[in-house]
């Protein structure tokens, strides 16, 4: 039997608590249309390693913080920017 891991709509909790916390009201002018989806999913990944290695030390709540980031679905973050992205242009 397959479980349903889905959070809110999202593949995990870690997925919709990041987008939530770090990605959710993203300045669009920052995403266009022309961004794949593969290469915002690495530079979302990069931004929130970095942001987690710069406000904390290291040690025990650094490695679980980056650790939480690899249970992430970077790819369906930046999908829903892209897709975001789109629908506030279609609506100007």
Not at 42 to 52: P, V
């Given at each position: 039997m397959?479980q349903d891991?889905?959070y809110?709509?999202?593949?995990?909790?870690?997925?919709?608590r990041?987008?939530?916390?770090?990605?959710?009201g993203?300045p669009?002018?920052c995403?266009?249309?022309?961004?794949?989806?593969?290469d915002?999913?690495?530079s979302?990944?990069?931004w929130?390693?970095?942001?987690?290695?710069?406000d904390?030390r290291?040690?025990?709540?650094?490695?679980?913080?980056l650790a939480f980031?690899s249970?992430v679905n970077?790819?369906?973050?930046?999908?829903h920017?892209?897709?975001?992205y789109?629908?506030q242009e279609?609506?100007?």
């Amino acid at each position: 039997m397959t479980q349903d891991t889905k959070y809110n709509g999202w593949t995990n909790y870690a997925t919709w608590r990041v987008n939530l916390e770090m990605f959710d009201g993203y300045p669009t002018e920052c995403i266009d249309e022309t961004d794949d989806p593969y290469d915002l999913s690495l530079s979302c990944k990069d931004w929130a390693e970095e942001l987690i290695c710069m406000d904390a030390r290291e040690g025990f709540a650094r490695d679980y913080a980056l650790a939480f980031l690899s249970d992430v679905n970077w790819h369906e973050i930046a999908t829903h920017m892209i897709e975001d992205y789109r629908t506030q242009e279609q609506a100007a």
